[in-house]
């Protein structure tokens, strides 16, 4: 708990809302409910051991903070995440709403153990230890199976270093929503065209010989879309694209838009991740994989050829 000032607000509130909820507390010593909430308010943030910051502001003493806020009565609890203010209560709540109020925005503690896990991981996959990286990312989505950045990541390690099965069943549920996640459809189209290969008869086909059919039939589409499954397997991304995307400018629907689909996850595969406070290194994904081939292109490449690609998508289906 931190008494909150018109000079130390944007540290202590503001900046530390990015990266941990900041629950901002109004009151003022003469108000009755503020002294029963008080004490509810800070024997949760010991419990919740750091999960939440409470910050508590003197509405008397700091009214430009007050007036900011649009406080007209107290107490007043406001939360922070990211340095805006997301959802608050008014008057003196008992214990098992704040408890319910607080749940609702507050990582769990799987979550923090989680979210440790997963960087632990990504530290060990900068190190070359894959098999611990791939043992720490099943501790995080034990921890927190609905994070479904530590299940996206460790699919993709696992599809990566060759654990189909396991990959294939972490899938299963968030291919079951509705919506479909973007992300996991992309890496179960990856897994497809992996698994194609390994069990397909054509999956040891030179690339000549798909070549051959396709010369005698421009719209032998079974077999340009095993084609396009076998580049993708070997990481030749933007050849498997033209590929699928001969099948899209000639029958955009053929197989359920398979081909669409496909190549939309390509393109979902190869775009680099959102920058988080502790980033990767330059050149791999969130999960430290490069899919970009057997050598890492440059960034401003790398977005020249997506967003091509994506211009090349948008003219054959419109």
Not at 101 to 123: I, T
Not at 138 to 148: Q, R
Not at 288 to 308: F, P, R, S, Y
């Amino acid at each position: 708990m931190i008494d909150i000032t018109v000079e130390n607000f944007e540290t202590e509130v503001v900046a530390a809302s990015m990266t941990v909820p900041v629950l901002v507390d109004f009151w003022a010593p003469w108000c009755g409910p503020c002294k029963s909430l008080g004490p509810v308010l800070e024997k949760l943030e010991v419990e919740y051991a750091g999960r939440f910051k409470l910050a508590k502001i003197d509405s008397d003493q700091q009214q430009q903070l007050a007036a900011m806020f649009g406080i007209r009565s107290i107490p007043t609890c406001v939360l922070l995440k990211n340095g805006q203010p997301v959802d608050g209560f008014m008057g003196a709540q008992p214990e098992g709403q704040v408890r319910a109020f607080l749940d609702k925005h507050v990582p769990s503690e799987g979550a923090l153990v989680a979210e440790a896990d997963v960087d632990e991981a990504h530290e060990l996959l900068e190190s070359g230890d894959t098999q611990a990286a791939l043992s720490k990312m099943a501790d995080a989505l034990a921890a927190d199976p609905a994070n479904d950045d530590a299940r996206f990541d460790y699919v993709r390690l696992l599809i990566a270093t060759g654990g189909y099965e396991e990959a294939e069943a972490l899938l299963q549920e968030p291919l079951k929503r509705i919506p479909q996640p973007l992300r996991f459809d992309a890496l179960w189209r990856w897994l497809d065209a992996l698994q194609f290969v390994q069990n397909d008869d054509r999956g040891n086909w030179p690339l000549e010989q798909f070549d051959a059919l396709i010369a005698q039939n421009k719209r032998d589409f079974d077999t340009r879309f095993a084609k396009a499954r076998v580049l993708m397997a070997e990481g030749e991304w933007a050849a498997a694209m033209e590929e699928l995307l001969e099948i899209i400018m000639r029958d955009k629907t053929w197989n359920a838009e398979a081909p669409r689909k496909t190549y939309v996850a390509i393109l979902e595969l190869l775009t680099p991740p959102q920058p988080k406070a502790d980033p990767t290194a330059a050149g791999k994904t969130a999960a430290g994989i490069e899919l970009v081939g057997k050598t890492t292109v440059e960034q401003d490449e790398n977005t020249a050829m997506l967003n091509a690609y994506r211009r090349k998508l948008s003219m054959a289906l419109n």
